[in-house]
Nanobody, 121 residues
Framework: QVQLVESGGGLVQSGGSLRLSCAAS????????MAWYRQVPGKQRELVAG???????KYADSVKGRFTISRDNAKNTVYLQMNSLKPEDTAVYYC???????????????WGQGTQVTVSS
């Protein structure tokens, strides 16, 4: 059994910063790609940033230069440093991890429970 626990969301003023964390725990053999998505009511969940096990990253155009994704493979944790936040960044943020459990040959996708980020103008 694998669990993802997110933390770090909250309310911040425009221009402020927040750091999200997502820790995976349980019977983990290896983790592969890790990512952050966000969703606002009435819209599809969108990819914010992703990072491979080797450290290659990609970002949504809307967050490039403001957000930084990183990971700690030893801790099975992914981070999202969000700077220069804007009201349009307001959303529920979800972490997503692709990993292999002990005893399994195939990777599986896991989602965190979501954490609210609200940016006031």
């Amino acid at each position: 059994q694998v669990q993802l626990v997110e933390s770090g969301g909250g309310l911040v003023q425009s221009g402020g910063s927040l750091r999200l964390s997502c820790a995976a725990s349980g019977s983990i053999f290896s983790n592969n790609a890790m990512a952050w998505y966000r969703q606002v009511p009435g819209k599809q969940r969108e990819l914010v940033a992703g990072i491979t096990r080797g450290g290659s990253t990609k970002y949504a155009d809307s967050v490039k230069g403001r957000f930084t994704i990183s990971r700690d493979n030893a801790k099975n944790t992914v981070y999202l440093q969000m700077n220069s936040l804007k009201p349009e960044d307001t959303a529920v943020y979800y972490c997503n991890v692709d990993l292999v459990e002990y005893g399994s040959s195939w990777p599986k996708d896991y989602w965190g429970q979501g954490t609210q980020v609200t940016v006031s103008s």
